[in-house]
């Protein structure tokens, strides 16, 4: 089946710092990937996702690059703010087979520092 | 647009009290509806799926149920609360059929006390 795998947090940042949260998964065919932002007791938020190889998504500085070789989707930000803390999701969704239940991945924990 | 409503947004409830949140969404039709639970960690538990009116899928066997009376309603329930019971508990809603991102509810807060 599906599964996704994140680095483990919490990652702690001084502002201003570079921001890579690892991600890979195990699909079979061409799913369509997600990261997910969850400010503290809030619901779950799309932050950028890519529906097909070599894609790039991008939102509020953030990116990924779908990368089917290495079958990873990391999550990067040049320059992290303090309002950027938060818990990250990554997702996918669909591939072959045509599930059409998302599995995340456990989340990472973001820290930033003033 | 759309908008997903969940109510309440915080409760506080006696073990072996019953159990009902609710999920509503707007501005779409035939959604495919989760309930999702959060327990303190972050991590995200499927608790059930629907893809229409009266069809209920459950990931998790426990003692809660679910149901889907209206095309934009879906109910989480429980007879008895267990202590195992608290948590955050998520409702979400994504286009039939596709694999489209999932749009979230602001969650309800419950615990079991």
């Given at each position: 089946g599906n599964s996704v795998t994140q680095m483990e947090g919490p990652v702690t940042l001084s502002e201003e710092a570079f921001l890579t949260i690892n991600c890979t998964y195990t699909a079979t065919g061409y799913p369509s990937l997600f990261w997910y932002v969850q400010y503290p007791g809030e619901g779950l938020q799309l932050l950028l996702k890519a529906t097909k190889a070599d894609d790039k998504g991008s939102n509020k500085g953030f990116e990924a690059t779908y990368r089917k070789e290495t079958t990873s989707f990391h999550l990067e930000k040049g320059s992290v703010q303090v309002s950027d803390s938060a818990v990250y999701f990554c997702a996918l969704s669909g591939g072959t087979?045509?599930?059409?239940?998302p599995t995340f991945g456990r989340g990472t924990s973001l820290i930033v520092h003033p | 647009s759309q908008t997903i409503h969940q109510w309440p947004a915080t409760l506080v409830q006696p073990v072996g009290s019953p159990l009902s949140l609710e999920c509503t969404v707007e501005g779409t039709s035939n959604p495919n509806l989760y309930w999702y639970r959060q327990a303190a960690g972050r991590g995200l538990q499927l608790l059930f799926y629907s893809v229409g009116i009266g069809q209920i899928s459950s990931e998790v066997p426990q003692n809660l149920s679910a149901s889907r009376p209206q095309d934009r309603q879906f109910i989480l329930s429980s007879k008895k609360l267990l202590l195992s019971d608290s948590g955050f508990y998520l409702c979400a809603w994504k286009k039939t059929g596709g694999v489209d991102e999932q749009y979230f509810g602001p969650g309800t807060r419950l615990t079991v006390t």
């Open positions: 087979g045509g599930s059409y239940i | -």
